[in-house]
C-alpha cells in the first residue's frame, strides 16, 4: 500500500492490499486476485496513486514494462497457459496497476475476456490443479521480481514521482 502523503484515501489500491500480497517493491507491487474462475489473476500494482501511465516519469514507465514482462515470462513457463492476456483499464479503480490473466482453452470463458458470461461449465478439477500450482508460482514471481528491482538503479531511487 501506498504512504500516507502519495494515496487517495478513496482508492482502493492505496488504502488496502487489493489481493493476496506476492510482493512488494519500492515502485510497485505483486499481488494475486483470487478470482474463483481464474485463480491465477495478478495484479502490479503502482505503489503511489497514479491515474495513468502517462503520470509516471520515462526511467518509471520503463521500469513498470520490465516488470510486466517478467511476470507475464515467469507465468507463462510456469503455467503453461495458452495466452496471457496484459490489461490495464482503470475505470473503476483510478490507480494504475496491469491486469496478468492467464487463460486455458479449457476455461469457462475462452475464447472471450474473463468479465464476460462464461462459454462452459468450469472445469473444477482443472481449477483445483492450478490453485494447487500457484504458491510456487509465488515464490517464483517474488524471487524473480526481487532479483530484478532491488535494489533500484541509483537514479530511479532519487526519483519522487507521485
Known sequence: MT???????????CTRAGGLPVWNG???????????LHPAIYRLVWQTHAAEFTD????????CMDAVALVERE???ALG????NL???????PHLHWHLVARWNWDA????????????????ARLDALRAALPALDARLRTALRARFAPLPE????SDHS
Do not use: F, Y
Open 155 to 158: 537514479a530511479a531511487e532519487g
Open 75 to 77: 507465468m507463462r513457463t
Open 81 to 84: 497457459a495458452h495466452k496471457i
Open 26 to 36: 519500492r515502485w510497485m507491487r505483486l499481488i494475486r486476485a483470487e478470482e474463483p
Open 56 to 63: 509516471l516519469d520515462p526511467l518509471q514507465r520503463s521500469v
Open 3 to 13: 504512504t500516507a502523503a502519495t494515496q487517495a484515501q478513496d482508492c482502493p489500491l
Open 109 to 124: 470463458h475462452w475464447p472471450q475476456p474473463v468479465w464476460a458470461p462464461p462459454q462452459r461449465e468450469a472445469d473444477v
Open 87 to 93: 490489461a490495464s483499464l482503470g475505470n473503476v479503480v
